[in-house]
């Protein structure tokens, strides 16, 4: 696995800054897909699971109206609990178990950055109507996994991936930036199959 | 120019399928970023322009506290009025002027989609500590003019573009999609130098 | 599959401008990947297969020594036969046949546009022994499949895909074509672990 | 400038792994490009100018008849003659010269990596009637000047850009490479508007 820790210093917002950084984070890049592929607004009951670092959990936190952090690595929470210590949010609520042990609220938008996101199918969750799963997935075979457990769920799904380069202006001319992230991760969002417009 | 009316079938989140579709969109990709790279949330007092067919404004009403929208072309300012209408939100104050005419509010994002974003700079504005300004440019020589206002007026900028392909997953098998968009435009990020970390 | 007639509108170099248009084509891009990273040359012998509709062919007859054109569907090897026509070159011999039974003649290179390239490592061929084999392939599946069995048979490899956008100047301004192609397939390049710098 | 040294660990083929590495080179991928959309071939007659550290020189000689390779720098056309003579290549003419000086050869390929690359309209050169000439431009600013001049002149031209990642195909799973080049340069293809298809 490679969002190493270099990645960190590509360019991050106001909210994210104050954070202590761990091992592995979704950058701005997958963060605002996930917002504006989802629809998440200030309305919203998010799922996050697994937290990470809380990067995530933290960027929702600052959209939506509820974020439900599920991290159940103990170490991890710990350092979850501490960014949204740090972020003065107090509409977040993390809980110390896998999000597939299941969870009684229903979310519009459930976030999973989990080696095998599929799993949720299988797992008692709630979603709105118009709500969407989103599984971040490094490798190609993990995306086919859920798209494929999805589909036999009645969910229909697309998956997208962005590259983003910085691009600079300089007095020497402008031009992309010539070495930095060609990869993080697909990400795909579910809804139900009744939705289709 | 080139953002054309088939770009409108890409992916929307729900609150941008409820509005009429006008010439030219700012699409799902290029709205997250903003929301992501500007740190925009629930607090944030958002100045929108200009407001074209309305889809960021509404959009940026889903996530902040408040947008104040500005378009000077009577027909656009019209369509915009009645998408504000039709997303229900009444947190978005349309104003049928440009924005270069100056504003009082004191914002947390400027977002320009307009053919000179850095006539701002020789404007009347107010922007908080931490806000940012934000120019989508289709070309590159915008976004030189823009970063080189922006230095002279003491900002410090960063520009990207987010290439996004959707990928495939079927029965054949896993692959980006063969054809779709290839470009929409730059996204500069502008910020107070006093701010450097 | 995708690689759809339209395709073929893309910048053509003047050797394949003469040539009749098939249905799918590797294009100049995938064609120029293929010549710089396996280092073909005019010294080369290169075994084409699936000749298609022969552009590959042709386009690797401008380049090396000798091409020996495998095309087994009788309808597509006499698209091939009259585009080998048309190209003038006399150092192209089609063979009416799948690659796959065999062929003698040591190669420098081994280009396969075929659905399961890796059924050449169970099938008699020879290869010079800083010899490239390629697999274009267009689902990630395939290059998974590819590079096992290649890894089986003593074979290292590493697989690129090269996403070309066309950039504009003009008098409005300079920016990428907004809409085109977004996938072609993968190349995955594979030679002897022996040969391990 | 940004074609840095650790660029150099990018797969080669095998006529360039010979050469000793200077400062920057063009990389297969846009060693690719050049050969596939110029059509260069083993009949051609390439000029390349300037040769740097010969990477491109080299190439060309084992596609092309003949290459008349330009380097002005004493030093570099001192390591460009060495590396001329590692390659074992006598088809190719090193010229301690600017381009610019003009030649008197009919090119079919003249292949530019210097930093005003229209200068050569305004040279003595002579282009076969299907000819091309190349500029490749790491800015846009570049790209812009080039193609103007060369409109000037009674040339069109198209520019590509080439963005290449690495695809992982390991135990893990499959995935592009997380981290590597962003961005080496835009290739401006030119070649006589009557030449209108």
């Known amino acids: 696995m490679a969002r190493a820790r270099e990645q ?4 991050l917002p ?15 890049k997958d963060l605002g897909m996930i917002v ?13 699971a697994g937290a990470g670092s809380g990067f ?3 960027f929702f936190g600052s959209i939506a109206k509820k974020v439900i952090s599920f991290e159940m690595r103990k170490e991890f929470a710990e350092f979850v609990a501490k960014n949204i210590k740090r972020s003065g949010f107090d509409n977040i609520e993390l809980r110390e178990q ?5 969870f009684k609220e229903t979310a519009d938008v459930i976030n ?13 969750f709630s979603l709105s109507d118009e709500g969407v799963i989103i599984a971040y997935s490094p490798h190609t075979e993990q995306v086919t996994s859920f798209v494929k457990a999805a589909n036999g769920h ?23 930036q010539t070495k930095g992230l060609t990869h993080t991760g697909y990400l795909t969002f579910a809804r139900r199959k009744t939705l289709k417009e």
Chains 1, 2, 3, 4 share one sequence.
């Open 36 to 48: 504006a592929y989802s629809g998440m607004n200030k309305e919203s009951i998010v799922v996050d």
């Open 154 to 176: 009645g969910f229909e799904c697309f998956t997208v991936e962005a590259i983003v380069r910085e691009i600079l202006s300089r007095e020497a001319g402008t031009r992309p």
């Open 98 to 102: 896998s999000v597939f042990e299941g």
């Open 8 to 11: 960190m210093d590509f360019r």
């Open 56 to 58: 995530a959990t933290v």
């Open 112 to 124: 999973l950055d989990l080696p095998n996101p599929e799993q949720i199918f299988s797992s008692e």
């Open 14 to 28: 106001p909210v994210l800054k104050k954070l202590k950084r761990g091992p592995q984070v979704l950058l701005p």
